[in-house]
């Protein structure tokens, strides 16, 4: 078997993959699905890791745009993704995957406090970690989380997990049938055009450390491991040589 492109790899998974085509929540068989995708990664020799976000819950900055304080809000949203950390969790271990949830908000109960070191030891003895409640503060998402724990845990690319798009587009493709999507794409560009693949703090964070990004549709099946074998399939975000 040809040895994977990436040996350490950051995937960020969003809240809405969880949700499914139910319209919030948990949906079982996406979690199901997610943690088949993973396994296959991990069956490759792969060191993974991941970032949940919590969108299927909670959304910060809707709370917000309703009266909530932001800070109380982007907490209630931390929340929301040890649940769904928690969920893949059980996912991943009914698949037989030995796994491990990091939290960055103090929950003993039910995940560890997120240890570096640890973290990467967990990842050398091939299990897989979890990294729930974002990166602890408020005004971070999870985007940036899942850019500040790679670089933390040396992960050699950021794959960006979507349910809807198979990559960055120079419009929507969910309205424009004409947009056209990137196979490679400069991170400057990516910023300068406002294309929607992360938010700025998170995409000017790679940018600086030079760690590539893949984003993908993780709902069309065999892709991630398609790209952990070296293939060409979504699009592939890397500096200027």
């Known amino acids: 078997m ?7 790899v950051m995937l960020k998974i969003s809240g809405e993959s969880l949700k499914g085509d139910t319209p919030f929540g948990i949906d079982p068989t996406a979690v199901n699905y997610l943690s088949e995708q993973i396994g296959e990664a991990v069956e490759l020799g792969v060191e993974v ?3 949940m976000g919590g ?3 909670w959304r910060g900055e809707a709370a917000e745009s309703r009266g909530m304080d932001r800070a109380t809000a982007d ?3 931390m929340l929301a993704t040890i649940i769904n950390a928690l969920a893949l969790q059980d996912g991943l ?4 995957i030995d796994v491990r949830t990091q939290s960055a908000l103090q929950m003993q109960a039910v995940a560890e406090p997120y240890i570096r070191r640890r973290a990467i030891r967990h990842l050398e003895k091939g299990r897989v970690v979890l990294f729930a409640a974002g990166t602890g503060n408020p005004y971070m ?3 940036t ?3 500040l724990r790679a670089l933390e845990i040396n992960a050699n690319v950021l794959l960006m997990a979507k349910n809807n798009v198979d990559g960055v587009y120079d419009s929507d493709p969910n309205e424009n049938p004409d947009a056209v999507r ?8 990516a910023l300068s055009r406002r294309l929607d693949v992360m938010d700025s703090t998170a995409l000017s964070l790679c940018m600086d450390n030079q760690l590539p990004i893949v984003v993908f549709n993780v709902f069309e099946p065999g892709t991630m491991a398609n790209i952990l074998n070296g293939q060409t399939v979504g699009t592939l975000i890397i500096g200027r040589d």
């Open 2 to 8: 040809a040895e994977p492109r990436y040996r350490r």
């Open 49 to 51: 890791s991941v970032v």
């Open 55 to 57: 969108g299927n819950i």
């Open 75 to 77: 907490y209630a949203g």
């Open 93 to 96: 271990e009914q698949q037989g």
């Open 141 to 143: 998402t999870t985007d």
């Open 145 to 147: 989380a899942s850019a």
């Open 182 to 189: 990137f196979e490679t794409l400069d991170y400057m560009d």
